[in-house]
Nanobody, 126 residues
């Protein structure tokens, strides 16, 4: 059974940092596209970042570029999202997602991904 489990969320003040982790089990995701999405109350789920199978190609939403960094440790079957200079508008539930393919031109679309975690809450206070 494939599972993605996010951790590392919490409450932080504006300007602070958090590091999210997503541990995968039941499948070796080392050759798969992985991503982070987020969903704020009353809003649609939106793309945050993605990383291709080799780890050298990363992609970011304009709203987080320069502040967030996604990485992966294939030996641990885990991806990370380092979030710096957090803003109140970053408040959301953050979801980890995995695609069966190594990369995709549709990587910013939620429908591209085959597996999802349950999410972890990130709250940024002003």
């Amino acid at each position: 059974q494939v599972q993605l489990v996010e951790s590392g969320g919490g409450l932080v003040q504006a300007g602070g940092s958090l590091r999210l982790s997503c541990a995968a089990s039941g499948w070796n995701f080392s050759r798969n596209l992985m991503a982070w999405f987020r969903q704020a109350p009353g809003k649609e789920r939106e793309f945050v970042a993605a990383i291709a199978w080799g780890g050298r190609s990363t992609y970011y939403a304009d709203s987080v570029k320069g502040r967030f960094a996604m990485s992966r440790d294939n030996a641990k079957n885990t991806v990370y999202l380092q979030m710096n200079s957090l803003k109140p508008e970053d408040t959301a539930v953050y979801y980890c997602a995995a695609d069966r393919s190594p990369d995709s031109l549709q990587r910013a679309r939620a429908t591209t991904y085959d597996y999802w975690g349950r999410g972890t809450q990130v709250t940024v206070s002003s």
